[in-house]
């Protein structure tokens, strides 16, 4: 492939870069190019100095002195001393998009759409054998607890079915000795009873995709493998009739069994 130097115009393979300069020093020359087109700013803010001569310039009024005291005095006597100087907006020459800076502008450019020779950044792809290998480390140390942050994420954050349904059981129920969002397997249990092997799931909207609803579904399975039961129950229902679902979850976590809801007309 062939490029063109972005300084002098001369083709050249690339192998410089990205392909915007032929050399470092057509680098150099382009950026110092760039930082002087109104003038290279010094370390006093506001004041200009042209290219590398001794002439300093009035960025108010564009009047030229030999010194900068010279400019200092200028800018008090005549202009109060006032200092308001231009910005130099950077276009891309593909597009005309502004920039301030020119490391933004270059970095731009390199992979400008409109650019013909841009450049196609990709991000870092993980090999299959890698991912695996992140999976099952992740998977392992999330069931065995290791990774705290993750577990002060959920335990901290209750969505608002869940505080209601807490408030439920220390004012409703006999029996207190639950945990909340408790880890099991990979699985987290909205609200269980572990002494009895009873849990509680409060399902909102999100539980009727298709991916969070098969997911419940290994999630169920998994804890009758073990023993336990579930009682599942959906917020919009509860948020209806919440008499009548309160009344099914107090007598299943008293006797373990699921009783049919029976909602008046």
Not at 60 to 86: A, T, V
Not at 101 to 125: D, K, T, W
Not at 170 to 182: A, I, L, Q
Request: proline share 3%; net charge positive.
């Amino acid at each position: 492939m062939t490029y063109i130097c972005k300084n002098c115009g001369n083709k050249h393979n690339g192998t410089y870069g990205s392909g915007t300069f032929c050399s470092d020093h057509c680098r150099r020359v382009y950026c110092g190019k760039q930082s002087n087109k109104l003038g290279k700013l010094t370390g006093h803010k506001g004041y200009f100095k042209l290219g590398s001569s001794k002439i300093w310039k009035c960025n108010i009024c564009d009047h030229i002195f030999p010194s900068k005291h010279e400019l200092r005095k200028h800018l008090n006597d005549s202009h109060n001393g006032q200092i308001n100087f231009p910005t130099a907006p950077r276009p891309c020459q593909f597009c005309g998009r502004t920039f301030k800076y020119q490391h933004n502008l270059a970095y731009h450019e390199n992979g400008c759409a409109l650019n013909p020779n841009r450049v196609i950044r990709h991000g870092h792809s993980w090999s299959n054998e890698s991912r695996v290998k992140m999976s099952t480390t992740l998977k392992n140390g999330y069931s065995q607890g290791k990774y705290k942050g993750w577990m002060v994420c959920h335990s901290s954050k209750k969505s608002y079915p869940e505080r209601f349904f807490t408030k439920v059981i220390e004012r409703e129920f006999s029996d207190k000795n639950y945990v909340y969002n408790m880890l099991f397997c990979q699985y987290r249990l909205d609200f269980a009873w572990p002494n009895k092997k009873l849990c509680i799931e409060i399902d909102g909207s999100q539980h009727e995709r298709t991916e969070q609803y098969e997911s419940d579904k290994r999630k169920d399975k998994r804890l009758r493998s073990s023993g336990w039961k579930v009682l599942r129950i959906k917020w919009k229902d509860m948020f209806h009739h919440p008499a009548e679902y309160i009344k099914q979850a107090k007598r299943f976590i008293e006797s373990g069994r699921i009783y049919k809801v029976c909602i008046p007309t």
